[in-house]
């Protein structure tokens, strides 16, 4: 029997949760792409470390958390935050694109939670939250070599519709560009 305690809360993320919510993303990206058991990719340590501070820092967390148009939710379970989802106007280079378009910035999972629907639950958070605030196509990017994340996003109707160079530091990842609507 599962305990009310055992149940992840998901709600809208706070300016409080700047720091945790940085914690988590740096974690969740070495997990992900850098550790021998993810993708593995090889970063340049200085450029890994550019990237984690820019990205995660609590500071820059803070400021994307406030930024105007944007949205966050968190996966909460006793106070520790196991996953996360960002989107807003989007930023993607494709000539079709604008920033009145929205755009999935981030679907993170900690690998502590992976399997328990959060990103399924995230997700569907962020799309109906996207929807409601445009009226043209949606977008996400998303790294070339993960094809579990491509084939969820295609599972609700998204569609490769270009490519880019993702900036990891001075490393360039390849990236999709993905557009449903």
Same mark, same amino acid.
């Given at each position: ?63 994307? #958390? ?25 930023? #993607? ?29 995230? #997700? ?27 084939? #969820? ?29």
């Amino acid at each position: 029997m599962t305990s009310t305690a055992d149940i992840a809360l998901i709600r809208a993320a706070r300016p409080e949760d700047a720091e945790a919510l940085g914690a988590l993303g740096r974690r969740t990206f070495i997990d992900t792409f850098v550790a021998a058991d993810g993708f593995a990719i090889p970063y340049p340590a200085d450029d890994l470390a550019a990237f984690l501070d820019a990205s995660f820092s609590p500071e820059a967390t803070a400021r994307k #958390l406030a930024e105007p148009g944007a949205a966050w939710w968190v996966a909460e379970r006793n106070g520790d935050l196991l996953a996360f989802a960002n989107a807003g106007p989007n930023t #993607l280079p494709h000539p079709e694109a604008t920033p009145a378009n929205m755009e999935l910035r981030r679907l993170y999972v900690g690998k502590s939670a992976q399997g328990l629907g959060l990103g399924t639950q995230l #997700l569907t958070a962020s799309l109906d939250w996207m929807e409601a605030n445009t009226e043209g196509p949606l977008w996400i990017g998303v790294w070339s070599g993960n094809t579990k994340a491509q084939r #969820l996003y295609a599972a609700y109707g998204f569609e490769k519709a270009g490519e880019y160079q993702y900036p990891v530091g001075a490393w360039m990842d390849d990236e999709f560009i993905l557009r449903r609507g």
